[in-house]
Every structure is written in C-alpha cells, then in structure tokens.
C-alpha cells in the first residue's frame, strides 16, 4: 500500500470516526434536520421535494432520447473497439482501453478533491433532472436527498413507487433517460466551454523533481512552457526530447512566474530525466486575468466536470442490473428475462473490456 493511498484511508477513516462522535453526542439535533447515519459509514440526507410541474420540463424531456441514444452509441463503440483490439483483430501499439476510476487508488492528491466536488454536481444535477421530467409527465416525487457511503458521495430521488407502475411508457422511459442524460449534456458542454479555456498549445510546469536536470537550470513551477525547440510546446515533442536515449541539447521558451520571457538552453545527459511535471496549459486570457494557478483550478474542475458526468450518464444508459439503463431495458422488453439477458451482456463486455 503506497502512501498516497494510507494516507487517503487515513483521512476518510478519521471523518467518520470525529462525525460518529459528534452524531452520538447530538443524534436528536441530527435527525431533527433530516441526517441519519447507518452502519457508522453511510450518512443520509432526505427532505420532502416535489419541484412544481412545467410544459417547459415536458418538452426538455425529449432531449433524453437523442442524448441517451449519444451515451449508448459511445459505450458499445468503445467496448467493442477495446475487445476487438485486446482478442488481436486491430493492432494499435500502447493501446491501453479504457480505465476505470478508483478514488484512493487511481485518483489520489488534489485530483480527489476535484473529482468530489465534480461527482457531487454530477449526482445532483442527475437526480434532479429525475424529479423535474417525473412530475411534468404526472408522476408523483415524494423527496430527495443525498448520503454519503464510505467516500462516495450519491443523491437520490424518491419516486412515488406505487404510482411509477402505473405511468404509460413513454413518462417511465423520459423519467429513468433523464438523470443519465442531464449529465451527458454537461459533459457535452464542458467540452464546449474547455475548448475556449485551454490553449491548444503549451504546457505548465506544475513541478520540479529534486536534484533534476530542471531544477538545475532554474526551472520552477507555475511557469508556463511556450515553445520547444522553435515549435508551439505540446505533450508530443516533449516526449519526444525526453525519450532521446543519448546527451542530447534543447531549447525551451518560458514564461516565469515573475512574467519574464526566457530561452532556456538545456543539454539532457544519456538516461537522466528533466524533472518536471506537466500540464495542460489554459488560454493566455484566461491566465492573464486570473493567474497561472487559479487557472488551472478552474480548468481542472471542469476537465474533471466533464469526465465525471460523461463517465456516469454513459454508464448509466446502458442495460446493468442497477442502472437506469437497466429499468428501462425492463420496461421495454416488459420481460425481465430479457432486460436480465441485456444486463449480462453488458456486464460481460464491461469486464472483459476493462481487464487488464
């Protein structure tokens, strides 16, 4: 077990142990607010909710069908690519397929923070969008709520169960495509939005190893990479500078944090690395009006906006046993053989797909 992941386990284990204190010396206070707290690790929140019908929700309703068909089409696409390279119909070099996203163990430092913060807007922008396309179809939402399971924070919507059966298709299907379709579209709109707020070029030096060729030359972070070796600075031909297994000499066009515009001449020894960590670059605009590092806050919160919601409404689309994809294949079918049969299939691709 790597620090990283020791130190995660530390931390979420030390919120429940200081919130189970606080929740057993005020459990009244608690529960007079709408908290419960179960198993000593799932905190719940519910509140009575139901967001007034609107033709406006009915009407955005629809926007589900196309959104939803997007989100199916990119999951089976993506698997089945995946499968026919890892079962040697196409060769792709590298090829790695998709990977699955793992707080404490793949998402680690201050990537954890701004995946939270994007699965909580990803969560609530889902369960309402349950609520508010179920009661414009006439299906009665008694609450909502959020808890939060361990580190994994999810909301809900309480749906009328008793009345839920008894909706016509068409308000079952809207409802249940709602949720992963609402993050699907942001997920389409964060593209949108980054591709103003990051420069389709240059890079940002985040940090600097210690006892690195960087450091050395006096390379520190925060500055921003404009140009290597003549050519607009991208992930792409600094690798291919790093690679360079012999001594090798490079040119480097940076901007410091102090604003001043130096050329760096660096020689790299045969088998030593430059020491430094990247990112992304975003737009001068957006730099020279808020600065390097609150930038890139704003960037990452929406890179990770973007993939957080695209990954959820995907896989939520799709037909598995606990998705919305899933009660949908049940009411289409209206056999449960059949929506079981699809959630197999799924499940099978899934994991064959994501092995290693």
Known sequence: MNGDILSFLVAVLSFWAFLNIIYLA???LFESRGFKLYYG?????RRKYSPKARSIYRKLSYLSVPLSLYGVYIFYATMGYTLLVKL???NVAGFRGPTLLIPGINITGVSLLYFSIAIVIA????????????VSNNIPVKGIGFAIIFFLP??????????????????????????????????????GVLAFIVSPYGLVITDIANGSIAEKYGLVPNSLILEINGEPATFDNLRVVADINKTTV?????????????????TKP???????????????ALVNYLGVQNSLILMNIFIWIQIVNLSLGIINIVPLFITDGGRIAYELSKKPVIGHIASIITLA?????LAP
């Open 26 to 28: 005020k459990k009244d």
């Open 250 to 266: 490079f040119t480097m066009k940076i901007i410091l944090p102090d604003g001043d515009i130096r050329l760096f001449n660096i």
């Open 270 to 284: 045969m088998g030593e690395r430059i020491g430094i960590y990247i990112t992304q670059m975003p737009s001068m």
């Open 41 to 45: 690790i799932v905190l719940v929140y």
């Open 88 to 90: 040697g119909f196409i």
């Open 154 to 191: 999810i909301a809900f919507t309480e749906i009328d169960e008793e009345e839920f059966p008894k909706a016509s298709l068409k308000a079952k299907t809207l409802t249940l495509m709602a949720g992963p379709a609402a993050n699907i579209l942001l997920a389409l709109v964060m593209i």
């Open 349 to 353: 691709i899934l994991v064959i797909a």
């Open 123 to 134: 969560a609530a922008i889902h369960e309402l969008a349950h609520a508010f396309t179920a």
